[in-house]
């Protein structure tokens, strides 16, 4: 079965500052991977997804994440932090086997002014 | 605003009380899953219909039900309630019941006492 770890429960960074937020995946086959992003009191939000497609991803609000399969990671990336990315993230990948989104544990990400 | 939506936003009962929670999916979309958010269990798949039929359990209680009606919209019962049920349960839909792409509503927050 398909896994993902999110390094780093919690991340700050200052304003303006480069995101990183680590994920790495477990996977035996080539995996879907996905990255959601959760505002304070409201629901996950997809922010870009990898289908095995082009290795980089472009998503919303700045963001983009790159596939590595020599890594197996999917680490998620903003060059510039904004006082508006304050929320939390979570890496997902696509299970083959029962067809379901498996969530990591999440990373909170809090900018500095 | 994803398309999704759920009712109620906030509950409060009692122990070994009975609550339903709603959801409506995205216009068009043939699929919902429910998923239960908690401090301790992190984001856990509970369970998934596609166009009224069960699809997929997760880890679902005995206790908890659900069903999905003919207009698609979907119910969650949660029943004989404990402290511990006290979570954020999310409504999320897909047009296709593959699920890599999910689209997930604000949430349902739920507080035992």
């Known amino acids: 079965a398909q896994s993902v770890t999110q390094l780093g429960s919690h991340v700050s960074v200052s304003e303006g500052a480069l995101v990183l937020l680590r994920c790495n995946y477990s996977s035996s086959v080539p995996p879907y991977l996905f990255w959601y992003v959760q505002y304070p009191n409201q629901g996950l939000q997809l922010l870009l997804k990898?289908?095995?497609?082009?290795?980089l991803v472009k998503g919303i609000n700045g963001f983009e994440a790159e596939f590595k399969k020599s890594e197996t990671s999917f680490h998620l990336t903003k060059p510039s932090a904004h006082m508006s990315d304050a929320a939390e993230y979570f890496c997902?990948?696509?299970?083959?086997?029962?067809?379901?989104?498996?969530f990591g544990t999440g990373t909170r990400l809090t900018i500095i002014p | 605003d994803s398309g999704v939506t759920q009712t109620p936003k906030h509950l409060i009962t009692a122990t070994g009380q009975r609550v339903t929670l709603r959801c409506s999916p995205r216009s068009g979309d043939l699929s919902v899953y429910w998923y239960q958010q908690s401090l301790d269990q992190g984001l856990q798949f509970l369970i998934q219909y596609y166009n009224g039929e069960e699809r997929a359990k997760g880890n679902i209680l005995e206790r908890f039900s659900a069903q999905q009606f003919p207009d698609l919209h979907s119910e969650l019962n949660l029943s004989s309630l404990e402290l511990g049920d006290s979570a954020l349960y999310f409504c999320a839909s897909s047009v296709d019941p593959s699920g890599n792409t999910i689209y997930f509503g604000e949430g349902s927050w739920l507080t035992v006492v």
């Open positions: 997902a990948v696509f299970n083959f086997g029962n067809e379901k989104l498996t």
């Open positions: 990898y289908t095995s497609a082009a290795t």
